[in-house]
């Protein structure tokens, strides 16, 4: 048990900071449920992965190259199915597309776990810094070319993360999304993972009236491979006080799970979730206007993308 987590108290929901994937998914049984999750191989969604087919869930499990994810699918026993999705090569996202639809399986939900971060140095794909690239482009195709898959009650939890307050002041910077104009590794991460976090609330606000939903995470803070980027001494001070303080990925992978297994979720939308509660996103978050317009550009930047 970590030094925090014993003063952090329980929140309205019966969680809080200290449950676990299994215990925020105890009794139920998935079966006959389907449920997409990104980056499957390593860390939060590996684990999500294992505790979803524990309860009885058919997982498509997607990870860079088919063979990562058949490693993992394998390693978490039946009930997983292995698809390639390089979220930042949209040929590869519009075949898992193509893949998830011949499947013919309608989703109960669609967990975009995978991501980057920090790359320490500016890189790109088509033109566009990459942390916003894989980890709010590739999901926006793959969202939105799933939509008509999703259940009646399906549910989208997409995986933000405390660090959109780094996101610069101005939210999303639109006129210079290939990062040319100044790149810092967390100030980029911060707008991808505010861009997760508009993208969740403004398909809420078109699920308006339906019954599925959208929700963003912050999983809290756990030593995964996401932490390869950081310089190897932070890593060692990690190493040593994490035990202390830290989550651990079994605790890491419960809010995400929780958003998208748990019945009391199923009328909760457009919300922000931490430690398996709503909680509160920095103001502009909450914008719809930014949303909205991080939407248009996203689909002209998916429109000028090559088809294959
Ligand atoms: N760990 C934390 O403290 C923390 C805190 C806040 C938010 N989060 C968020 O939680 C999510 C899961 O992170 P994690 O901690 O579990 O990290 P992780 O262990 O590094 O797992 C990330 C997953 O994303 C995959 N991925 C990375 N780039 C990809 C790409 N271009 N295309 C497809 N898949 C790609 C990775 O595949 P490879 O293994 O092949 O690279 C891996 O499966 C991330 O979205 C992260 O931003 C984590």
Redesign the pocket.
Known sequence: MSIYEMFKARGSSGFGYGSTAEEVSDGLSLRGKTILI????????LESMRVLVLHGAKVLG???TLE?ARAACAAVGGGAVPLA????DPGSVRACVEAVRRGGDRLDALVC?????ALPKLEQAHGIELQFF??HV?HFILVTGLLDRLAEDGRVVM?????HTRAPREGIRFDDLAGAKGYTPWGHYGQS?LANLLFAKELARRFAGTRQTSNAV?????R???G?HMPSLANLVFSLVGPLVLKTVAQ?AATQVHAAVHPAMATTSGAYLADCNVAVPRADADDPALARKLWEVSESIVAGLPAR
């Open positions: 990104t980056g499957c191989n390593s860390g939060l969604g997607t990870a860079r990562k999705c390089e979220l930042s776990n995978a991501g980057i971060m894989t980890n590739g995986l933000s993360s405390s660090a993972k912050h999983p809290g803070v756990i995964t491979n996401l390869r890491g």
